[in-house]
């Protein structure tokens, strides 16, 4: 590992004049989960370290517009143990309680994690389902971008030079709206996803289709929206066999690697499959 200078801040103002200061040869620290792992391996060799430990500004869960808003510092426990985010959505607390371990999950927190944009990370694809944006600040101001339009390949996202991202909102869910989260795990409870599918629907009263999101993990280079599939649910008197029949169109969508946790094809494979179940589940009177 290359050697650094460390910073530790008490505040986003502190971090972005050291990231003024210094450029590309400072990188921001969060939990650390990833990035020292990344900086073991060579991956990442930052001449300057900036923990954002201390800056409390950028921790914690409230009300948004309806919604929530999660602080980028909050970590994966706090998410799964917050009373307020379970009555926003239980399966965004389910998702979160099914990340790895205790100890990443008391580390690790939701705004390095989606920096971090890693496509095989479970907090994406349910994000994703529930119409996320993300609050990134700079000396100059704050920008606000859907997570949808976030990543922008491995390891990258809009977040430039001189930005971090302060935090994550989410709008308020309609009623009557059910969301789920399923994944495929290859070997333990704690590995990534071979395959990962976040959803949420909502029918009318005549059982037509009036909301449906499907994102993915692990299934291309980005955390995707399965879109041809929720244009062909879209509007539509939701049947099993028409569900199955939307869920062929998502092979069309992704682009997964092979890699220890399956081939391509079969992973193409599998986010047919995973798909189809999360939507039939919810479809079913499943979901939360």
Known sequence: MRTFDYHAVGSAAEALDLLAQYGEDAHLMAGGTSLMLMMEQG???????VGLRSANELRGIGASSGGIEIR???????????????DYCPTLVEAF???????????????????????AQDPPPILLALDAEVVIQSKIGERTVPLDGFFRDYF????????LLASVRLPAIVAGTKSTYVK??????????????????RLGADG?????????????????????????????????????EAAE?????????????????YKRE???????????????GGGK
Not at 100 to 119: E, F, K, S
Request: net charge negative; charged share 25%.
């Open 72 to 86: 980028a510092l909050t970590t994966h426990r706090e998410v799964e143990r917050s009373s307020h985010v379970r």
């Open 184 to 201: 495929f795990l290859p070997r333990t409870e704690d590995d990534y996803a071979t395959l990962s599918v976040g959803a949420a629907l």
């Open 249 to 265: 169109l998502v092979r069309d969508e992704v682009d997964p690697l092979d890699d220890v946790r399956g081939s391509a094809k």
């Open 43 to 49: 991956l990442i060799q930052p001449g300057h370290v």
């Open 97 to 119: 309680e099914r990340i790895a371990t205790i100890r990443i999950r008391n580390q690790a927190t939701i705004g390095g994690n989606l920096v971090h944009a890693d496509p």
């Open 156 to 163: 990258e996202t809009v977040v430039e030079e001189g930005e």
């Open 270 to 284: 599998m986010a047919r499959v995973w798909t189809g179940r999360a939507l039939r589940s919810l479809l079913d």
């Open 208 to 244: 037509s289709c009036e909301h449906v999101r499907v994102a993915l993990g692990s299934a291309a280079p980005t955390p995707i929206r399965a879109r041809k599939v929720e244009a062909a649910l879209q509007g539509q008197r939701l049947t099993g066999p028409m569900i199955d």
